[in-house]
């Protein structure tokens, strides 16, 4: 199956910028996804990149794609206590194949 | 508009006993997936349900199964429950089959004893 791989855990100071990586196997993924997962709660779509595409920008959110190195990663900017969470990538093969693989999260944890 | 609803929200049972999770999708969303978050694994795919049929099945077995009913709200069946059945089971859905955006609940988390 395909996998989509991701470091536990990251800290960052609060104000600066965080960058969370995500590796994946499948080639022909034609979406990849980045969610948030608060304590307690489920997960939250944050943004989402065609695989045509290189970058992707979202106020404090910025989305780059490697397409050659399977590489994606999402950088926030200025961040804030309350990014503290989980932040899952995911890939999805096809639109309507509807089978999404998640990597094991990266826990995100701001110091203030 | 209300989002994915799931209940309960927290279900304990004891090794070999059912247990049974519901998920209300957002309204007018006709697939359902079920997926399970253990500790350490970050999220398995188990099931995927569009208007009333099971659509795709990720690697488990059989004693987990589920349905839809024709309002769309979908059951995750879990039979002859073992210890790392224990883990956050999350339901998402979107508003057709092959929609690349699915809305997740907060979660079931089912703690097997």
């Known amino acids: 199956g395909e996998d989509v791989e991701q470091s536990l855990f990251l800290s960052v100071r609060e104000g600066d910028s965080s960058v969370i990586n995500c590796t994946y196997t499948d080639s022909s993924s034609t979406y990849l996804y980045w969610y948030k997962q608060e304590p307690g709660a489920g997960l939250q779509l944050l943004t989402y990149i065609f695989s045509n595409m290189d970058m992707k920008q979202d106020q404090r959110l910025t989305v780059l794609l490697n397409k050659k190195d399977k590489h994606l990663s999402l950088r926030i900017a200025d961040t804030q206590t309350g990014d503290s969470a989980i932040y899952f990538c995911a890939e999805s093969p096809n639109l309507t194949g509807n089978q999404f693989y998640f990597g094991t999260g990266t826990s995100l944890t701001v110091i203030p | 508009e209300a989002g994915v609803t799931q209940s309960p929200t927290h279900l304990i049972k004891t090794r070999g006993q059912q247990a049974t999770l519901r998920c209300s999708p957002i309204?007018?969303?006709?697939?359902v997936y079920w997926y399970q978050q253990a500790l350490g694994l970050g999220l398995q795919f188990l099931l995927w349900y569009d208007e009333g049929e099971e659509r795709n099945r990720g690697n488990f077995p059989p004693r987990f199964s589920g349905r839809q009913f024709p309002n769309y709200s979908s059951e995750l069946n879990v039979n002859a429950l073992e210890l790392e059945d224990s883990a956050l089971y999350l339901c998402?859905?979107?508003?057709?089959?092959?929609?690349?955006?699915?809305?997740f609940g907060p979660g079931t988390r089912l703690t097997v004893t």
């Open positions: 309204s007018g969303h006709t697939s």
């Open positions: 998402a859905s979107s508003p057709r089959g092959g929609s690349y955006e699915q809305y």
